[in-house]
């Protein structure tokens, strides 16, 4: 018996140094800095339900009838009616914070944002088009931007 006794606790005193080694913090470097910011901000940053796409004919009748879920509509087309996709599509609100920041897979824009006043932007080929937007507690708005078609058909 004497001798468990005097062996736990020869095994206790090896590992307290290790115990408390294992414990301690890596200090904090700039890199976990800025890393734990950005977390934060991804936590706090407004989420925005929206969805692209409308490509193709099996696409463009899903959007038809989900379209009602959603308060903003953005269209994308050249002035000849040729629809875009992979235009990058911006929203900010009144206060000029970004709230939404994504690449269309398609001609159709779907989001749905709170009441209020908004800019949105699309860019295309390095061109941007941008539009104020207000945004009504019902009702669908809709945006439409349009670039200049130069190309000969």
């Known amino acids: 018996m004497k001798r ?4 736990a606790a020869w095994a206790a005193l090896m590992t307290a ?18 890393i734990k910011e950005v977390e934060k901000v991804e936590d706090t940053a407004p989420r925005v339900d929206f969805v692209t796409g409308g490509i ?5 009748e899903n959007f038809a009838r989900i379209e009602s879920n959603y308060n903003v509509k953005i269209e ?7 629809y875009i996709a992979d235009a990058n599509v ?3 609100d009144k206060s000029g914070t970004l709230l939404l920041d994504a690449v269309a897979d398609g001609p159709y824009f779907l989001v749905n944002l709170e009441p209020g006043t908004y800019t949105i932007a699309a860019t295309h080929e390095g061109e ?19 670039w200049k078609d130069d190309e000969a058909y």
Not at 24 to 31: F, I, N, R, W, Y
Not at 56 to 60: Q, V
Not at 76 to 81: E, F, I, Q, R, V
Request: no cysteine; aromatic share 6%.
């Open 56 to 60: 193709g004919k099996a696409e463009r």
């Open 76 to 82: 994308m087309a050249t002035d000849k009616g040729f």
């Open 4 to 7: 468990l006794i005097i062996t």
């Open 90 to 92: 911006t929203i900010h």
């Open 17 to 34: 140094p290790f115990a408390t080694a294992a414990q301690q913090v890596a200090p904090e470097t700039p890199a976990t800095a800025m």
């Open 128 to 146: 941007e088009k941008s539009q104020k937007a207000t945004i009504g507690s019902k009702g669908q708005k809709r945006v439409l931007f349009m």
